[in-house]
């Protein structure tokens, strides 16, 4: 017995034709809808990223690079000190993500990817240390997250991106972009540069180096 939709002499060709691109048209969205539903999701995790950056921005925090040993994972610095890798730490992890974990377990894996003499001349990842340097996170983000262009145009800066800079004599310094606006119209940056969080017009005060967008690991 043949199926209601084979082909033979009694079943014209144009009409098979027909169900069969009717059939594919129905398919479609189904197929396509996961990629939309991912992209809304990301979208709104960025938005929740942006919103709590922001919110770091009511805190005061007193800048203090010092070694600290701090819990694992989950772990953080006292709430009033920090420097500027912990303002993307703590925004991230408002919204779920511990980079303090994302980072240690990659390093602990791929140690010989990250850049040694920032390690604090250690021969081993440290959990406590590991995700608070600006190069660590350089690197993971170029492992884990999207790599963006290094660009003059803020126009190529979105709310979320994550910013690095090299403020001279090779310090590195991080920030994020939020989706409060300058006069002159561009994105603001939310970063700690020594007088504790706060969100300021200097995407281009130093010289960019490194453009990257991290999602949550659930988003990748």
Known sequence: MRCGFCADERFPSAILVTLLIV??????????????????????????????????THHAVHYDPAYVRIPYPGGDVSADTGVCTDEIIRSYRAVGVDLQREVHEDMVANYSAYPRKWNWLLHRPDPNIDHRRVPNLMVFFQRHGEVLPISTNAT???????????????????????????ADGRYMIVHNIGQG??????????????????YAPSLK
């Open 197 to 214: 969080p706060r969100m300021e017009d200097v995407l281009f005060h130093w010289k960019i180096t490194g453009h990257y967008r991290y």
């Open 23 to 56: 059939g594919i048209a129905c398919a479609a969205p189904s197929q396509t809808q996961p990629a939309a539903n991912e992209s809304v999701a990301r979208q709104e995790f960025l938005h929740q990223l942006v919103a709590a950056a922001v919110e770091r």
């Open 156 to 182: 190529d800066f979105h709310p979320g991106d994550l910013v690095t800079w090299d403020l001279g004599g090779n310090v590195p310094h991080i920030g994020i972009v939020v989706d409060r606006k300058a």
